[in-house]
């Protein structure tokens, strides 16, 4: 599941996302629009606050082989 994604179905803004993370909302909303990819542990924290529903291929833009 893509960041924007999670943070919809959970109901989440850029602000209360950051606060999950500790970050703040400017760079979430980057993160969430892929415009930056996040430090790797920015994505662990992510991971471990979407139990997982967010994985860090997703974060990193990483696609699976065919």
């Given at each position: 599941?893509?960041?924007?994604?999670?943070?919809?179905?959970?109901?989440?803004?850029?602000?209360?996302?950051?606060?999950?993370?500790?970050?703040s909302?400017?760079a979430?909303?980057?993160?969430?629009?892929?415009?930056?990819?996040?430090?790797?542990?920015?994505?662990?924290?992510?991971?471990?606050?979407?139990?997982?529903?967010?994985?860090?291929?997703?974060?990193?833009?990483?696609?699976?082989?065919?």
């Amino acid at each position: 599941m893509h960041l924007a994604d999670y943070m919809a179905a959970k109901g989440l803004d850029d602000h209360e996302m950051g606060a999950k993370i500790g970050r703040s909302r400017v760079a979430v909303s980057r993160y969430r629009r892929g415009v930056k990819i996040p430090s790797s542990q920015t994505v662990k924290r992510i991971v471990e606050v979407s139990d997982g529903a967010v994985t860090a291929n997703e974060l990193l833009q990483i696609e699976a082989a065919p």
